[in-house]
């Protein structure tokens, strides 16, 4: 059996199992990179003639240890990738399509926690000045889904699958069914939020809130464009990543309250210890204080 139809029986499985369309299409593309540089180091692709050794010289490659644009790629990407062959191929074996499990000795690195890295103040305001001229239906929309970002908090590919019919604007709240790990959540939006998005329903009462090209779904990757480039106009020295809108309201929340369970809870985290990362001392604060020390 070639490796794109195996994939194809256990991405089946994965959606019998209830795996959500976001761990499905991750595990589809990281399978696909596999596949990729198999054929480029001549395998026929046939899953019963790959071995350990194809899967450890695969995740020492360039394929995985740099990005498509040639950077190096984050220990926690690479780890995905990790655990996408060794759930891929232990459901090889155990289907008994593969006589091995080829990535039985495969183990995940060992690797610390990023710290979030949130939106300075004054890029926050760069930004939003930038947006604050949108006059065009595509320039309201993204004003809108920065806004929602930044204002409630939102993952980037929970935002762009949110649907007309999941919000309430009159009560100041949407119900979020496309959260991570396909939990629904309920959304509470601050009133400065809800004017923006009344902009964007205009009227409408069905459809994806932030409509992409010919009303479709508008992805990630486009979001991240959109923001790259209003970035640009807003002046940033970075451009702005949409995790990091997610983590400045995460970052403010604490500072203000100092309430973990509140932010976790805010953040919609399904373990209250995720929300722990923000309680590092902030870094302007260490810069402060040692200025003074040596002052």
């Not at 990281?30 to 899967?55: K, N, P, Q, S, Y």
Request: aromatic share 4%; charged share 25%; with cysteine.
């Amino acid at each position: 059996m070639k490796i794109e139809a195996a994939l194809d029986l256990y991405l089946a499985q994965m959606v019998g199992d209830g795996r959500s369309e976001f761990t499905t299409a991750q595990v589809a593309r990281h399978v696909r990179l596999f596949a990729t540089w198999l054929a480029d180091a001549g395998h026929d692709g046939d899953v019963r003639g790959i071995d350990h050794t194809h899967v450890a010289r695969f995740l020492g490659s360039d394929r995985v240890r740099l990005t498509l644009k040639g950077g190096a790629r984050r220990p926690g990407s690479a780890n995905a990738i990790r655990t996408s062959l060794r759930c891929f191929f232990a459901y090889l074996h155990a289907s008994g399509e593969t006589p091995t499990n080829a990535a039985r000795l495969t183990r995940r690195a060992i690797c610390g926690t990023p710290l979030p890295r949130a939106l300075p103040d004054e890029d926050q305001a760069r930004l939003r000045a930038a947006l604050a001229g949108a006059t065009s239906d595509v320039e309201r929309r993204d004003r809108a889904l920065v806004e929602l970002m930044l204002g409630a908090g939102l993952r980037v590919g929970s935002a762009v699958r949110v649907r007309i019919e999941d919000l309430d604007l009159d009560r100041a709240e949407l119900r979020l069914v496309h959260a991570k790990r396909n939990r629904e959540q309920r959304v509470f939006l601050p009133a400065h939020v809800v004017d923006h998005l009344r902009v964007v329903v205009a009227g409408r009462t069905e459809g994806w809130l932030f409509p992409g090209l010919a009303g479709g779904l508008l992805t990630t990757r486009q979001a991240a464009r959109r923001l790259a480039g209003w970035s640009g106009k807003a002046g940033l020295r970075k451009a702005a990543n949409p995790h990091a809108l997610r983590h400045s309201l995460a970052t403010k929340l604490y500072a203000s309250t100092g309430d973990l369970h509140l932010v976790g809870a805010v953040l919609g985290h399904a373990c209250p210890a995720s929300a722990g990362v923000y309680a590092a001392v902030p870094e302007d604060r260490i810069r402060a204080c040692l200025a003074s020390k040596s002052a």
